[in-house]
C-alpha cells in the first residue's frame, strides 16, 4: 500500500476537483466531499490508479506502508442490536448487521492534542441556559434527579409517551457543574452497534408539527478516541406505523423521515467532525445521507468537536409541502444548525413527504458507536459522551433568544 507523503495527503485535501481516501494511520480512509461521504469508497486499486495519474513526480514522497487492509463502506444502523448486560427487552432485539471478527485487538483512531484546538469565539457558551419560554415542548434537565444508574421514564421527558429501547446510562455529577446524564460504552466491538453502549428512546409528541427546535448540550469524554466512523447523536424525527426509519429502511414520502445527528472522525486535523444524518426518501443510498456542518462558512470549516468540551447544539427541521395528492411532495424542506449560538448549517430544497399526515412526531435520543458492531467503529478503552439541558421547541432555542445570536 502506498503511504502519502505531507505535501500530496494536503493537495488531495485542498484540491475541490479531487476525490480520493487519504492514508491515515495504518490504513486508509474515506475523504468525504461534498454532502456526503457516507455511500462512497475507493478499493485499493483504485486509490492506486489515482494516485498514480497524479504523475510519477507526485509519487517521490510516497513509501510502502500500512497494514495492507482495504477500505470498506461501514454497515448501516443495527438498529435495536442489543447483547447482554443492557436493559433491553427480548422484543428490541434482532440480529446484528455485521458478525465481529475472530480476533481484533486494537483499532484505528486518533487522540487529539491541545495544539490541534483551534480558538473560535461563539455567542453563547457551556454555562448559558435560555429563559424557558411557553413555546418549549419539554425541558429536561437533571439537577433534581438521584445519582447512579439511570432508566429514562415518560414522568422525566415531559409526560410523553416514551419507547426505551435499551440504555447503558447515568446521573453524574462534576463538582460546580450539576448534574448531567452520561452514556457508557465497552471498550472494542462490545462497545459497538445499537444496543450495545449507550442508549436509545424514542419519544411520541401528543401532536404533529410541521417545523420544531431541538437543542441539547454535549460533551465527549476525556482522552476520546475519534474512531474511523464516528456515532450517533439525538435528532427528531417522523414516522407512520411501527418502524422508525432508520437501520437501513427505505424513506417513500409516506412512511417517515429521520434526521439524528453523528459525530464522524478528522480528516488529518484532530477532533470530530458534525454532521446532520438524514433518512429522506431522495437519500443517496441505503443508509442516512450526511450533511456536514460548517461547510462554507469561511474559518468554521475548520470547525472540529473536541474532547472533554461542552458544546450547544441545536437544529431545526421544517417539513416540505407535501404537494398534491397522488404525487411527490415539493423539494422546499429546510434542516438548519447552530453551534454554540453560531449559524453552522443551512439545508434546504429537502422532500421528507408527499403526504399531509406525515410530519414531525417524535424525539429520538440515540447515542451509540455506529454503524453495526463492526470494527471500524470499534475502540480500544471505555469511552463516555455526557447530555444535559434537552429542549424541543416551536421556536429558535440558543439563537434570537437570551443571549444567543
Same mark, same amino acid.
Given at each position: ?49 489515482? /494516485?498514480? #495519474? ?5 509519487? $517521490? ?5 500500512? *497494514? +495492507? ?8 444502523? +443495527? ?13 428490541? #432485539? ?7 471478527? #475472530? ?36 425541558? /429536561? ?19 410523553? #409517551?416514551?419507547? !426505551?429501547?435499551?440504555?447503558? !446510562?447515568?446521573? %453524574? ?22 444496543? *450495545? ?55 417513500? @414520502? ?14 488529518? &486535523?484532530? @477532533? ?53 395528492? @397522488?404525487? %411527490? ?20 430544497? !429537502? ?36 447530555? &444535559? *439541558?434537552?429542549?424541543?421547541?416551536? $421556536? ?6 437570551? &443571549?444567543?445570536?
Amino acid at each position: 500500500m502506498f503511504q502519502l507523503s505531507p505535501v500530496l495527503e494536503k493537495t488531495l485535501i485542498e484540491s475541490p476537483s479531487l476525490y480520493l481516501p487519504v492514508h491515515k494511520m495504518r490504513g486508509f480512509r474515506e475523504l468525504e466531499r461534498g454532502e456526503s461521504g457516507r455511500n462512497r469508497s475507493m478499493t485499493r486499486r483504485a486509490v492506486l490508479a489515482a /494516485v498514480g #495519474a497524479l504523475g510519477a513526480s507526485s509519487l $517521490s514522497g510516497c513509501s510502502q506502508g500500512g *497494514n +495492507g487492509e482495504d477500505p470498506t463502506t461501514a454497515p448501516g444502523d +443495527g438498529e435495536r442490536t442489543t447483547t447482554s448486560g443492557g436493559t433491553a427487552t427480548p422484543d428490541d #432485539a434482532t440480529p446484528s448487521d455485521t458478525e465481529a471478527p #475472530a480476533t481484533t485487538t486494537e483499532y484505528q483512531y486518533t487522540v487529539e492534542t491541545e495544539t490541534d484546538r483551534i480558538p473560535f469565539t461563539d455567542p453563547i457558551g457551556a454555562e448559558w441556559m435560555p429563559e424557558e419560554s411557553d413555546d418549549e415542548l419539554f425541558r /429536561v434537565t437533571f439537577d433534581d434527579m438521584e445519582l447512579g444508574s439511570y432508566r429514562p421514564t415518560s414522568e422525566d421527558w415531559g409526560g410523553y #409517551a416514551l419507547d !426505551l429501547h435499551y440504555n447503558y !446510562l447515568s446521573i %453524574e455529577e462534576r463538582e460546580s457543574e450539576g448534574k448531567y446524564m452520561a452514556s457508557h460504552y465497552a471498550e472494542g466491538l462490545e462497545g459497538t452497534g445499537s444496543g *450495545n453502549g449507550g442508549g436509545q428512546f424514542e419519544l411520541e409528541f401528543d401532536e404533529i408539527h410541521d417545523e420544531l427546535y431541538l437543542a441539547y448540550q454535549v460533551r465527549f469524554g476525556e482522552g476520546f478516541e475519534w474512531n474511523h466512523d464516528g456515532g450517533k447523536l439525538p435528532g427528531l424525527m417522523g414516522y407512520i406505523g411501527e418502524n422508525a426509519i432508520v437501520g437501513g429502511r427505505d424513506s417513500t @414520502g409516506e412512511n417517515g423521515w429521520s434526521a439524528r445527528m453523528m459525530w464522524r472522525p478528522p480528516y488529518t &486535523d484532530r @477532533g470530530g467532525r458534525l454532521v446532520q444524518y438524514v433518512y429522506h426518501p431522495d437519500k443517496r443510498g441505503t443508509y442516512g445521507d450526511d450533511f456536514a456542518w460548517f461547510q462554507g462558512f469561511g474559518m468554521d470549516n475548520r470547525r472540529r468537536l473536541h474532547d472533554d468540551e461542552w458544546y450547544w447544539i441545536e437544529h431545526r427541521v421544517k417539513m416540505n409541502d407535501p404537494g398534491p395528492e @397522488g404525487e %411527490e411532495g415539493v423539494d422546499d424542506g429546510l434542516i438548519e444548525g447552530w453551534f454554540n449560538g453560531k449559524y453552522a448549517l443551512e439545508k434546504n430544497g !429537502l422532500r421528507f413527504r408527499d403526504v399531509p399526515k406525515l410530519g414531525i412526531n417524535y424525539f429520538y435520543f440515540s447515542s451509540f458507536f455506529g454503524g453495526g458492531q463492526d470494527p471500524t467503529y470499534a475502540h480500544n478503552r471505555e469511552e463516555q459522551i455526557d447530555y &444535559d *439541558n434537552f429542549i424541543v421547541s416551536t $421556536s429558535p432555542i440558543t439563537h434570537n433568544r437570551g &443571549d444567543g445570536e
